[in-house]
């Protein structure tokens, strides 16, 4: 089980959920949306980008140590 799965409870919604995809990929789920890893993500500094990010949107989510440094949630959908 990944180490970052069920940091924070799912019901805070405002907060970041860390928990992985069915594929067992991770994933961060945030105010409704889901976020994949993206391949850029280095160490403890990852990069997260909207699921529908190949549909156009361009919010993405940076994490350092399981905590968000930087976010762009001006989702198109
Ligand atoms: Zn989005």
């Not at 799965?5 to 105010?31: C, E, N, W």
């Not at 280095?42 to 440094?69: E, F, H, N, P, Q």
Request: charged share 20%; glycine share 8%.
């Amino acid at each position: 089980m990944p180490e970052w799965k069920g940091r924070v409870p799912l019901t805070r919604s405002h907060l970041p959920y860390f928990s992985v995809s069915r594929y067992g990929r991770p994933v961060i789920q945030l105010g409704g949306y889901r976020f994949n890893k993206n391949n850029r993500s280095k160490g403890s500094k990852m990069y997260w980008t909207c699921t529908k990010s190949a549909t156009g949107c361009r919010a993405s989510i940076t994490t350092l140590d399981y905590r968000i440094v930087k976010q762009n949630t001006n989702h198109c959908h």
